[in-house]
């Protein structure tokens, strides 16, 4: 019963290094998202997917790429890490869009020195 | 711009109590509103939902309002536990076009429940 696991939990990073942040589900959803979250800010979405082999921009996704190869994972990748991306990231999924309750994994806590 | 919004970053509640959790929204697309919950160093876990047809909607402890017309909602939680203490997030979403995959969240409210 994992539901939408997140991979790793922690990392620490130095600017200018690449790194890439995992997301499976088991729950054969079709939609699939990555947020950041902020203090004060509250989530903002990085990238999303509605289904295997697309993938499309959300509110703040420079810096960011993603993948969906496979149904059940989500890739979000830095390229080169930057200081602002210091946050904590959450993936998660849904059955279909609109609104049908998102899932969230636990999150990635990220710094970048 | 923010789209959704939660004007109160904390509210304090006595065990017991009511607690009324307020978010206001600007965009008249949104049709779909959730609230999730969050604890420390976990994800949002969805808690209730409701769709713009309709003005209430009730589960257990919690009760969500909307007022299309103001174009503001809100939950109560009756009666408030310790265990309700987290932070909760107001999200809304459209049913149509570019906006129909993506939640908005607001920036969300820490509700403490002192024993």
């Known amino acids: 019963n994992a539901g939408v696991t997140q991979t790793p939990k922690f990392r620490v990073l130095k600017t200018g290094q690449s790194m890439t942040l995992l997301c499976a589900q088991d729950m054969n959803h079709e939609y699939m998202y990555w947020y950041r979250q902020d203090p004060g800010m509250g989530l903002r979405l990085i990238h999303y997917s509605v289904g295997e082999g697309t993938t499309a921009k959300g509110e703040v996704p420079d810096g960011y790429n993603v993948s969906r190869l496979k149904k059940q994972n989500f890739l979000l990748g830095l390229e080169s890490a930057a200081p602002s991306q210091t946050s904590v990231y959450f993936c998660?999924?849904?059955?279909?869009?609109?609104?049908?309750?998102?899932?969230f994994g636990d999150g990635t806590r990220l710094s970048i020195l | 711009d923010q789209q959704v919004k939660q004007n109160s970053p904390s509210l304090s509640v006595q065990e017991g109590r009511i607690s009324i959790l307020n978010c206001d929204y600007t965009n008249s697309m949104f049709d779909y509103f959730l609230w999730y919950k969050k604890y420390p160093a976990e994800g949002p876990t969805f808690l209730i939902s409701?769709?713009?047809?309709?003005d209430k909607n009730e589960d257990g402890r919690f009760t969500v309002f909307l007022n299309k017309s103001a174009k503001h909602l809100s939950l109560h939680i009756v009666p408030s536990q310790p265990g309700d203490s987290a932070v909760y997030f107001c999200?809304?979403?459209?049913?149509?076009?570019?906006?129909?995959?993506?939640?908005?969240f607001g920036k969300g409210t820490l509700l403490t429940v002192n024993p």
């Open positions: 998660a999924s849904s059955s279909q869009g609109g609104g049908q309750p998102q899932h």
């Open positions: 409701i769709s713009s047809i309709k």
């Open positions: 999200a809304a979403s459209g049913n149509s076009g570019g906006s129909n995959y993506k939640l908005t």
